[in-house]
């Protein structure tokens, strides 16, 4: 949230799109031993080739090849595609020039480098089912290295497979399983099997199964391939679903949350707690920040008189959220914000962190948490690739803080997230962890992966962005419906995280809002109220969608609107309270 107008990570976020290629919705790295770590050429046919344990650019090994004569030591290797598909390609390099393709098509090529660089393209497949992929050197230009080699996009079949089954379909839910049926691939089938990301849970021969053992209110995402003795068809689209037994939050089905400036005025003015109309549900108080970056000690300093003459004491303050909470409403302390820069580098200052917000929230007795971390909070360390074991300080530290606060405070506690769609969104093009680019791009996905099950809402600021790819693989701008549609989508559908292979699973619908200023003056993006509500029906109820496809499904569950802010809402005759709350009201 700003204090400003303008993102503090607007810029370095455009200057991140302009070095991004294109993804796939269904995307994998299609080759074998593409980081070399069989400690072999295993996979691959070379020439004046071997692995070697350094210099490396992610994990154990590499590749290192040295032309010799006319041979200028190539390394290829060939995969199954599918016809008219467009596919990335990209690999790390290092020493005298490298050149990277496709046989028969797109090149690219790096000089003398002391220091792994990456090389990427694109190419788009004709009629063909597979292409060939790679690196050489150049004529007695001495040896070069290659490392961490990605071929992205959805795989062809080994003749002789069955075809790709349909996506999946949910059936009956229970609060330990989920049932699943799917349309029948072509070809001569022996059995599927049922993939969440990489490992299979059950194996069928007809096209329906019941995934068990699972806990109440988690969020599945599975996939489904064919098989025969000829090998195993390309899996099925990825379908999301989440069990029953979640705990009730005491929201409306359909919610309003906004920001309170409680620290601040920022030009929109003071407004007492006590003013703050009933159509507000969750009110988040802006904001708790850091004595110090990396301190980890949270300080909630209400607004001086100077700035906000008609402030309230602490006693009426405290009165009138224990006003609004017997009305049903939930307030919680917002941390971070443009100006709140928080580092939890160490165990120390996770501690800290959690004592200090826990003096907060005690105080006043408020309902829960929002981490609202912007700027640079939030980087993945390099080689930090896996979401689902992040291994970065500041990630892991902040995960564990916010496990033991709702651990204390139990399973009333409201646990709300603002990332900026950089660090979540983005993550579908361009992941910090893979040493490539801002560090910060997808960064909020392990945090938001890690509590997935404590996440009372997501409401991801969809203002103060760049353009961002959606799963319909085209670029979204903000400020009308379709930048809305397709970003809560891809939290809804999932999607898998750029060069990694893996996929980030859906969030339940009734953990996701959606961010918006109030006005114009509260942020860029600013969306109309008909245009916030076009995008809304088309999420709900799927009317509306203009030339989008849902990838997720509609989500009548969805959980409602979140803006910046109160005050400004206010401050422009509360346009946005009243055009949306009777709308959210309304909805099934």
Known sequence: MRRSRLSATLAAFVLALSGLVTGNAEAANLLTNPGFEAGSLSGWTCSGATTVSTPVHGGSYALAATPVGADYAQ????????????????AWVRGNPVYLGITGG??????????????????????????????HGWYGAGTYYADDVVLDGPGGSTPGTPGAPATPATGAVTNTSIALTWGASAGTVTGYRVYEGGTVVATVTGTS????????????????????SAGESPKSGTTSATTTGCVDTGLPKHALVGYLHASFANGSGYVRMADVPAA?????????????????????????????PNVESDADFTAAIKAKQAQGKKVVISIGGQNGQVQLTTAAARDKFVSSVSAIIDKYGLNGLDIDFEGHSLSLNAGDSDFRNPTTPVIVNLISALKTLKAKYGSGFVLTMAPETFFVQVGYQFYGGTSAGDARTGAYLPVIHALRDSLTVLHVQDYNSGP??????????????????????????GFTVANTGQFFPGLRPDQIAVGLPAAVSAGNGYT????VQTAVNCLVKGSGCGSYALRGGTSPALRGLMTWSINWDKYYNWEFQNSHEPFLNSLP
């Not at 290829?76 to 990335?88: E, F, K």
């Not at 109309?528 to 245009?531: L, T, Y």
Request: charged share 10%.
């Open 75 to 90: 390394c290829s290797q060939t995969v199954s595609v599918q016809p008219n598909t467009t596919y990335t390609v990209s």
């Open 209 to 228: 199964a019941t995934v068990g053992g699972l806990k109440a209110c988690e969020t599945h995402s599975y996939s489904v391939a064919a098989y025969n």
């Open 528 to 531: 109309s109220p008909a245009d």
């Open 106 to 135: 797109a090149s690219t090529w790096s000089g003398n480098s002391g220091a792994y660089n990456q090389l990427q393209l694109t190419f788009t497949t004709g009629n063909q089912t597979s292409a060939q992929l790679y690196l």
């Open 280 to 308: 507000w549900d969750i009110i988040d108080l802006a904001f708790g920040e850091p004595t110090s970056v990396t301190s980890g000690d949270i300080r909630f300093t209400r607004c001086p008189v100077a700035e906000c």
């Open 468 to 493: 961002v790819m959606g799963l319909d693989n085209q670029y979204h701008n903000m400020g009308g419906a379709d930048f809305h549609i397709a970003m809560t989508d891809m939290l809804k559908a």
